[in-house]
Structures are given as C-alpha cells and as structure tokens.
C-alpha cells in the first residue's frame, strides 16, 4: 500500500498534516483565548496536563483523547461528529457512479 504522508513530494496546503494541526491548534488557542481562560486553567478543567496543552499551542502535538478533552471544555466536539463520516453527494451523478452500497473489503494494493 502507498502512503501518500510519507512522500516529501507531496504537499498540498489543503492537505498537509503539519498545515492541519497548526490550523486546530491556532483555532483552539483563539478559543481559549475568547473564553478568557490561561493555559492552566484549561488544562485543569480538561484534565490533561499543562505540558501537553503547552505541546499542542507551540509544536501542534497532541493525542487525540486529550484534543477530545480539550474540545469538550471548550464546547467545540461538534466537528469530531463529521470525521470520516459517509461522502455527501453533490449532484445525481455522483449518486449514480457510486458503487452499490453493498460494504466492501480494502484491498491490499
């Protein structure tokens, strides 16, 4: 199978890792910014420690329990309702050309 992340070739704005977590940790720190909170008080009421919190502002690394934790005191869990749910269509072409519906294995490629 080809990873496409570990090509250094590939890099889209839309779709670079390193583009997407800066983004979720700048839009993250505005949040708790607006919500008045310091970085220790939100890492208290998330429960995680000040250090993973100071990670995610200044290098982008977090795990994906404590962004849950950090989302949920900052009221914004909404969006991790839509990740990798099911294609929306945008016309009946798409509809149509989409495969029957039936579930189907991955293939090793």
């Not at 989302?71 to 749910?85: G, I, K, N, Y």
Request: charged share 25%; aromatic share 6%; hydrophobic share 45%.
């Amino acid at each position: 199978m080809i990873n496409i992340l570990a090509d250094n070739d590939f890099v889209l704005d839309a779709f670079n890792p390193a583009a997407i977590a800066l983004g979720i940790a700048k839009r993250m720190r505005e949040r708790r910014l607006e919500m008045n909170l310091t970085q220790q008080n939100l890492a208290k009421k998330a429960g995680i420690s000040l250090g993973s919190l100071k990670r995610f502002e200044n290098s982008h690394e977090i795990s994906l329990k404590h962004l849950l934790m950090l989302a949920v005191v900052l009221d914004a869990t909404e969006d991790f309702s839509l990740l990798f749910s099911r294609r929306q269509f945008e016309n009946i072409d798409q509809v149509l050309n989409s495969s029957s519906g039936k579930r189907k294995r991955g293939k090793n490629v």
